[in-house]
């Protein structure tokens, strides 16, 4: 049925009706460019996957993690003996901070970690965004977990997602303080509150003072250690919370599913952040802030295995490892077993 042209009266009518016509056909294109945006992405066939190591331990209390990309990307050979060929997974680069902890001997007060941490960030914003210009999948191995504010800030922008980018965070902690809400200052508890648009100016100038992730679009996983401002910020904010005790209950393969799904109903451009204290401190020794209770290696594998996390997703990050603190390789094994997992689908 083809629409008869309506007839004006006088002038007026005819342009407030010019203007709706503009105002609805304006909107269509919009809709129809970001369905198109998000189901091309959904779709890219990425050749590698390019892993990056980001050797900063800044962020956290104990700064040992800073040496855990060394001690993967040193081991490398290990784990792509155990991938399939199907990505091609290599090593690609490690990225330093301008000052490195174990080399350092004078005093670092918390702004001048902001900028620290902020410069690292930038240095890995712009490799991942290099990455996804190559038709690689960026899997970032930390160092703690501040550096997620150049991980989904490079995504970001690659994309041209801000406030388009769904992310999974697997953690044991909310990790959404700000300066003048943490008592312990580490600011690898802050990086979702930066994301989101939130904490000081030294870090979100960080984001080029763009909200990077919608909290509508953010799902936390495993969660069993908070503190209550972090746990208010996220429930007025609307973020979707799986605590631990739902997770061990439903399952992680479930749970996961559910949070991809959910995701899809806003975007196609999903990502992963991992870290690793989401495990049992019997599973994962090798990190430095454990908590109890945690996801045993078995179900976050099997998950793995059956949801296929490269076509679903857009990047992965593999955070706080710190090889000091890991016992008989256990930490680096299950590390290398996700890797495996990963790939192989």
Known sequence: MIEQTPKYTNAQTFSHSLFQNFIYISAKIVKYNKKKSNS?????NFKR????GVASGWGAQIQGTEDGPLFVGNNFDKI???CKKRYKPYWDKTIFPEIRFKKNKKHITFVEKEHIIASVCKKLKSHIIYAIGQNRFPIIIGGDHSLAIGTWSGIAHAYNCHQLLGLIWVDAHMDSHTPYTSQSHAIHGMPLTVLMGYGSSIMTKTIEDKKIINPKHLVLIGVRSFEEEEKLLLEKLGVKVYFIGEVLKNGFKKTLEESINYLHKYT????????????????????????????SPDEFLNAIVEIPLIKELVAIEIMEFN????????TFDLIANIIKYISSR
Not at 49 to 52: C, K
Not at 323 to 330: G, W
Request: net charge negative; no cysteine; aromatic share 4%.
């Open 268 to 295: 196609n451009i999903i990502g992963l952040s991992l870290d690793l204290d989401v495990f049992d401190p019997i599973h994962a020794p090798g990190t430095g802030s454990k908590e109890p209770n945690g996801l």
């Open 323 to 330: 090889p000091h603190l890991d016992k008989d390789s256990i």
């Open 80 to 82: 792509e003996n155990m």
């Open 40 to 44: 091309s992405l959904s779709n890219t």
């Open 49 to 52: 996957l390019a892993f990056i």
